[in-house]
């Protein structure tokens, strides 16, 4: 016997907003959380108004703390980013963006991360001379 279909899966952005919103969350205070908790202060509540409407979608690095933070399984939320990113007029954004959904950057750390400990990419040669 086929086991039934299961559910689509929910879009991210109104995941994150539900949520967010479950616990009684501005959108500033979501972002100041996810800078507290990821050791990176750059994350504004603009930012999170964009993953919540879709107009981007986190990548990896942040995927990470918002199942965290958030208290969402990361599978969950892989899993509606992928649906998102399926759906189209989206795109990854910043240095934790990933191809496909469960793939890590190298290089990065985070929750449930292991291997470098770089956070900015790496270090770029400079043209001397």
């Known amino acids: 016997m086929i086991p039934p279909a299961s559910p689509r899966p929910a879009q991210l952005g109104p995941l994150l907003a539900r949520c967010r919103l479950a616990r009684g969350w501005s959108q500033q205070r979501a972002a100041a959380e996810l800078c507290a908790a990821a050791g990176v202060p750059t994350l504004s509540r ?13 990548g ?4 990470g703390w918002l199942a965290v933070v958030l208290d969402v399984p990361l599978v969950v939320l892989a899993e509606a980013a992928a649906a998102t990113r399926r759906a189209g007029s989206t795109r990854a954004t910043g ?3 990933v191809a496909a959904a469960g793939a890590r950057p190298a290089g990065r750390t985070g929750p449930g991360r292991t291997g470098g400990t770089t956070r900015g990419g790496g270090a770029r040669a400079l043209a001397t001379g």
């Open 46 to 58: 603009h930012e999170v108004s964009r993953w919540e409407r879709q107009r981007r979608v986190p």
């Open 60 to 63: 990896g690095f942040w995927l």
């Open 95 to 97: 240095p934790g963006r």
